[in-house]
DNA sequence: CTCCGGGCTC
DNA sequence: GAGCCAGGAG
């Protein structure tokens, strides 16, 4: 466990605000609460914060209870093919995700004896598992004491420490700063992790403040300063529409609606209106290991 | 820094 | 149409 951080007074209000708002007002979700930490214990928490990379909560919701329904244990993952893996993937998004858990499960079934690693540098050797996911697993699974820190808790350090409405890009820097929110106490200090996300998430969002509603409005730089615009250093996301990323979209859409079996290779996005950047998308999702290709044919791998 | 899904909202 | 979403890898 890293050494505490003094806290300063400042950051002794945050946390007390913060934890009874949290208790009082955190959405009731499947992963929160006993009866799924009885059931998937840290596994069920490696699966829900890896499909919630990117992905909005009310889509992940009814997959990972069909994913942990098939897999209930690290080794069932790992015993299924890739095929199986990336087709109950479904539409989730970033399906690399879904072959990385796969590896992961196989990491973890070989090299920790099938129990999810508790310390957070194993976890971050694990493929898919970045500094959030580490951390959320040691957290949330175990109880641990680590700064959490995701979009939501970048944009609330962002707006109640620094009074600027724009967190800056991701870095390093960012988990000392949560780091200095959180209190001694281990499950304290994990209610305040939850407590960043989940005001983020419900109160302080990204496009409206709610802050007549906020636990913090009292602390909070950029509320106190008249929610100042400054500059935005956002970088602006790529066009998806007519992206490779859509052309990798639909080509595996088309192999998982053929479910495991192989596909001609003309008859995936006959249709699609650059053959060029079809090929070339092709090729990438065999290159990340989505995709089998033989001489004429298309299949997700076994 | 760029790439990587897909659905929903403003 | 553009931005956003419990990010991670190369």
Do not use: K
């Not at 858990?101 to 050797?125: F, M």
């Amino acid at each position: 466990m890293p050494c505490p951080a003094p806290r300063t007074p400042a950051a002794e209000r945050v946390a007390d605000a913060l934890i009874p708002w949290y208790r009082e007002h955190a959405r009731d979700l499947p992963w929160r609460g006993e009866a799924f930490l009885h059931s998937f214990g840290a596994w069920g928490v490696l699966v829900s914060e890896t499909m919630l990379q990117q992905t909005p909560v009310t889509r992940v919701i009814p997959h990972l209870a069909a994913w942990l329904e098939r897999w209930p244990t690290p080794a069932a993952l790992a015993a299924a093919t890739p095929a199986e893996v990336v087709h109950q993937w479904a539409n989730l998004g970033y399906p690399r995700r879904a072959l990385w858990l796969h590896r992961a499960a196989g990491s973890i079934v070989a090299e920790h004896g099938g129990r999810i690693p508790r310390d957070v540098d194993a976890l971050l050797a694990l493929p898919g598992v970045g500094e959030y996911t580490a951390r959320a697993v040691a957290v949330f699974a175990f109880g641990d004491r680590h700064p959490v820190v995701d979009t939501n808790t970048r944009r609330v350090i962002a707006r109640v420490v620094h009074g600027r409405e724009q967190p800056h890009p991701p870095a390093r820097r960012d988990l000392d700063e949560m780091a200095e929110l959180l209190p001694d106490d281990d499950q304290d200090a994990a209610a305040v992790n939850a407590a960043m996300m989940e005001l983020g998430a419900t109160v302080c969002g990204a496009r409206s403040a709610d802050c007549a509603h906020c636990p913090l409005a009292a602390e909070c730089a950029w509320h106190r300063n008249g929610h100042p615009a400054g500059e935005d250093r956002r970088r602006r996301q790529a066009r998806y529409e007519g992206s490779d990323r859509q052309a990798r979209g639909a080509v595996l859409r088309a192999l998982r609606a053929a479910s495991a079996h192989a596909l001609p290779v003309d008859a995936v996005l006959a249709d699609w209106p650059d053959a060029a950047q079809r090929d070339r998308a092709i090729q990438s999702l065999v290159d990340d290991g989505l995709v089998e290709a033989f001489a004429h044919e298309l299949r997700l791998p076994r």
